[in-house]
């Protein structure tokens, strides 16, 4: 679950980006993912393992349309409980 609401965030914070860049063309971003604790569904904050390929498909589908649209994502998990943006390329 948490491999497809984070990958709405990631791609709002991609997008995010990418405007204060002034990028009309995202290709490449790379991305951290650890642990992250979220609440959902009526549950509180908790953590759950994150499956990179649920994450890499649930990019796609919300990228879809959007300047990010084909854009390869290089996805690193990481220790610790957060996820970062560490780059992001386009024109
Ligand atoms: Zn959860």
Do not use: P, Q, Y
Not at 44 to 73: C, P, Q, W
């Amino acid at each position: 679950m948490h491999d497809f609401l984070l990958a709405k965030e990631i791609v709002d914070e991609v997008l995010a980006v990418a405007k204060e860049k002034r990028l009309s063309k995202v290709e490449k971003v790379s991305v951290e993912i650890g642990l992250v604790a979220m609440a959902h569904d009526g549950h509180g904050e908790h953590v759950e393992d994150i499956s990179v390929e649920n994450l890499r498909f649930g990019i796609s589908a919300v990228a879809k349309n959007t300047i990010l649209d084909g854009a390869v994502f290089d996805i690193v998990k990481v220790a610790g409980e957060h996820w970062r943006l560490t780059a992001i390329d386009g024109e």
